[in-house]
């Protein structure tokens, strides 16, 4: 099928190019100063909070939960209306996954449901900020903090937006981020983690490149000579090339742009397709300011395949976010049922996410549109 409208693409100019290419012809390909100035830039988006900047979206989260500490024995709450990553890594690490459901509006975990999945286990809440729609942060903290537990927020979708009046990146004690070329800034593949607490942030920068610590002051052996290091916990080779972040922070100046271009093709669907029997459109509370990564759109009537083929012979590249993490079948497995999360599996069973992205034109909305509304009449 020739020319299928994306779902979501990056958007690259020159001056993207431009700082690639600098890098490229520099001493530095690897772990040099564009990392340094990627997360000095990227904490300019947490509300200073300090950002270490990994490989993916996946590492992120996987070394958000090696500086948490969680292994065997410990439980993560986490939501089932999120990409498969969010609980594998937590399983990677060990721990074991409880599913709480999701707000039928929102598609996010709420306080309560968090609340009820809390057992003296729990070590991490794990909220998903779906769309691009902030998480309740506000309620999310306490409940965690007061079960002893971590918040790590999943922002893979929503760097650039905020809640209550704060960043995204400046609520939860670790947030991740993903730059992969279809969120809201791209590195090509890459992510990162924002960790409030220092020793967290130590942690995350350690796993990130071995476990291998190089300050003397913290060695078992410091008088072993200039070159040493030592490992004290297993790590992974997590770095994010100097290439690579040099394209984040050329990316990261725009970023404002592409957050208020894609609120504006949002409102365009919205008020197209708010008076349309047949959907729902997506619901933005009070309080959260978006940076609408996906536009949800909800299929009523048990007619979402339908929908999702007859767009799909038309030439509009839609997905489907997400089916619920537990469903796979590697979860199936270890036990999981299929009922465990009713709401996200109503959400899922209507969910169609429209094309969104920042070079997408207002007529190729208006098409998408008219496309919805003839269907649905
Ligand atoms: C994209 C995504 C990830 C994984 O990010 P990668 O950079 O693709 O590894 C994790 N969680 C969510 C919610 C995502 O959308």
Redesign the pocket.
């Known amino acids: 099928m020739a020319d299928l409208l994306p779902y979501g693409r990056q958007s690259i100019v020159e001056d993207d190019v431009a700082a690639v290419a600098a890098v490229l012809r520099g001493d530095w390909l690897t772990t040099g100063p564009a990392v340094t100035r990627f997360e000095s830039d990227l904490a300019g988006w947490t509300g200073g909070v300090p950002v270490v900047a990994v490989t993916?979206?996946?590492?992120?989260?996987h070394v958000a939960y090696a500086a948490s500490g969680i292994g065997p024995g410990d439980e993560v709450v986490c939501s089932p209306m999120?990409?498969v990553?969010?609980a594998a890594t937590a399983v990677l690490r060990g721990a074991s996954v409880v599913f709480a459901d999701v707000s039928p509006d929102t598609g996010n975990v709420s306080a309560a449901s968090v609340s009820s999945a809390l057992t003296p286990r729990t070590r991490v809440v794990a909220a998903?900020d779906?769309a691009g729609h902030p998480a309740p942060l506000d309620a999310l903290v306490p409940v965690a903090h007061d079960a002893g537990a971590l918040l790590l927020e999943?922002a893979?979708?929503s760097i650039g937006g905020s809640w209550q009046g704060r960043p995204v990146g400046s609520w939860a004690d670790l947030t991740?981020f993903?730059?992969?070329p279809?969120?809201n800034l791209t590195t090509a593949?890459?992510?990162a983690v924002a960790c409030v607490d220092p020793s967290l942030l130590r942690r995350a920068q350690e796993f990130r490149n071995h476990g291998l610590v190089r300050s003397r002051d913290r060695q078992r052996f410091p008088d072993e000579g200039g070159w040493h290091q030592e490992v004290h916990e297993f790590g992974l080779n997590y770095r994010l090339p100097d290439v690579l972040c040099a394209l984040g922070s050329s990316q990261l100046k725009r970023l404002a742009s592409f957050v208020a271009r894609r609120a504006t093709l949002h409102a365009r669907y919205t008020a197209g397709l708010s008076d349309v029997d047949g959907v729902a459109t997506p619901a933005r509370l009070p309080g959260a300011e978006p940076a609408w990564?996906l536009y949800p759109l909800r299929v009523l009537g048990g007619r979402r395949r339908e929908l999702y083929s007859f767009l799909r012979e038309n030439g509009i590249g839609v997905q489907v976010?997400?089916v619920p993490v537990y469903w796979h079948p590697v979860f199936a497995d270890l036990g999981y049922k299929r009922g465990l999360c009713p709401n996200a599996e109503r959400f899922y069973a209507a969910e169609l996410s429209l094309p969104l992205f920042p070079d997408l034109a207002d007529s190729d909305v208006d098409r998408v549109i008219d496309l919805i509304r003839a269907f649905c009449t």
Not at 56 to 61: N, Q, V
Request: glycine share 12%; no cysteine; proline share 0%.
């Open positions: 993916s979206g996946t590492a992120a989260l999120t990409f990553a969010t998903v779906y999943d893979a979708h991740t993903s730059f992969f279809t969120k593949e890459g992510g990564h976010n997400y």
